[in-house]
Nanobody, 122 residues
Framework: QVQLVESGGGLVQAGGSLRLSCKPS????????MGWYRQAPGKERELAAD???????NYADSVRGRFTISRDNTNNMVYLQMNSLKPEDTAVYYC????????????????WGQGTQVTVSS
């Protein structure tokens, strides 16, 4: 089982920047797609950005051009650099990862972090 721990959230003024990090622990062989989701109060959880094992990225329209997702396959970490933050970016941000426990199993398991709060003041 894999545990994901997010860090880097906080309070920032509009126009500011934050960098989120996600560090896995536990038993795994390799990670597939890793991503960041967010959930604002009263809204459903939505994808902000994800990145495949090979580095292909996908962004929500609302964050494209402002957020950059990256990963370090050596340390199995994923990051989200958030620039030009807006009050509407306020949400709990969750790390998500698909993973494999053996080389032949495929990325058939997934895990969620506990979330980190990002608050953007106007």
């Amino acid at each position: 089982q894999v545990q994901l721990v997010e860090s880097g959230g906080g309070l920032v003024q509009a126009g500011g920047s934050l960098r989120l990090s996600c560090k896995p622990s536990g038993s795994f062989f390799s990670f597939g797609t890793m991503g960041w989701y967010r959930q604002a109060p009263g809204k459903e959880r939505e994808l902000a950005a994800d990145i495949s094992h090979g580095g292909s990225t996908n962004y929500a329209d609302s964050v494209r051009g402002r957020f950059t997702i990256s990963r370090d396959n050596t340390n199995n970490m994923v990051y989200l650099q958030m620039n030009s933050l807006k009050p509407e970016d306020t949400a709990v941000y969750y790390c998500h990862a698909q993973y494999a426990t053996t080389w032949f199993s495929g990325f058939n398991l997934d895990s969620w972090g506990q979330g980190t709060q990002v608050t953007v003041s106007s």
